[in-house]
Nanobody, 114 residues
Framework: QVQLVESGGGLVQPGGSLTLSCSAS????????MRWYRQVPGKERELVAH????????NYADSVKGRFTISRDNVKNTMYLQMNNLKPEDTAVYYC???????WGRGTQVTVSS
């Protein structure tokens, strides 16, 4: 059974940083691409970042390019999202996703506010 558990969310001031983590289990993590999505109430979910299984290729939404970095540790079965220079518009629930299994974590809230 695929399980994805996010952590690391919280309240941060504009310009601050946070690192989200996603702990994965129930599948061979190193073989599969992973994604981070985010959602604001009343809006559609947004694909934030994508990382291939080997971590050699990553993709980002234009809104976060240059500020966010997706990475993974295939030994620890964990994916990360380093978020720098956070803006109020980054406020959302962030979800870890294993697209090959259509599996989503429960999400972690990120709030950027002074």
């Amino acid at each position: 059974q695929v399980q994805l558990v996010e952590s690391g969310g919280g309240l941060v001031q504009p310009g601050g940083s946070l690192t989200l983590s996603c702990s994965a289990s129930g599948f061979t993590f190193s073989n599969y691409a992973m994604r981070w999505y985010r959602q604001v109430p009343g809006k559609e979910r947004e694909l934030v970042a994508h990382i291939y299984s080997t971590a050699r290729i990553t993709n980002y939404a234009d809104s976060v390019k240059g500020r966010f970095t997706i990475s993974r540790d295939n030994v620890k079965n964990t994916m990360y999202l380093q978020m720098n220079n956070l803006k109020p518009e980054d406020t959302a629930v962030y979800y870890c996703v294993a697209p090959s299994f259509a599996s989503w974590g429960r999400g972690t809230q990120v709030t950027v506010s002074s």
